[in-house]
């Protein structure tokens, strides 16, 4: 049985810093697309990054590119997100998802279409100002 879970979120000031953590469990193959996702009530969820764990190539969103870094551990199962220079507009709660990808460009693909086939529960970040 495949696992997702998240950890890491909580409340910061603007301008501050949170690390999240997602752990995969379950899947036996290495070559995985992991994508963190966001959403807050009443918005549609938003992709903010994803990397292929036997890749080079990190995706991001717009809104956070230069502040916000994703990297694995592949010996640890597990996907960061390291967030910098926070702003209120990033509070959400922040999903990570995975699935089994082929390559790097088949990852920005999957991250594009929010196409994954196993999700987390969530953890979440508020930025106050």
């Not at 956070?64 to 509070?91: C, H, W």
Request: proline letters at 2%.
């Amino acid at each position: 049985q495949v696992q997702v879970v998240e950890s890491g979120g909580g409340s910061v000031q603007a301008g501050g810093s949170l690390r999240l953590s997602c752990v995969v469990s379950g899947v036996a193959y290495a070559n995985k697309c992991m994508a963190w996702f966001r959403q807050t009530p009443g918005k549609e969820r938003e992709g903010v990054a994803a990397v292929y764990t036997l890749g080079f190539t990190s995706h991001y969103a717009d809104s956070v590119k230069g502040r916000f870094t994703i990297s694995q551990d592949n010996a640890k199962n597990t996907v960061y997100l390291q967030m910098n220079s926070l702003k209120p507009e990033d509070s959400a709660m922040y999903y990570c998802a995975a699935r089994i990808g082929g390559t790097d460009g088949h990852c920005a693909t999957l991250f594009q279409r929010a196409d994954f086939a196993w999700w987390g529960q969530g953890t979440q970040v508020t930025v106050s100002s």
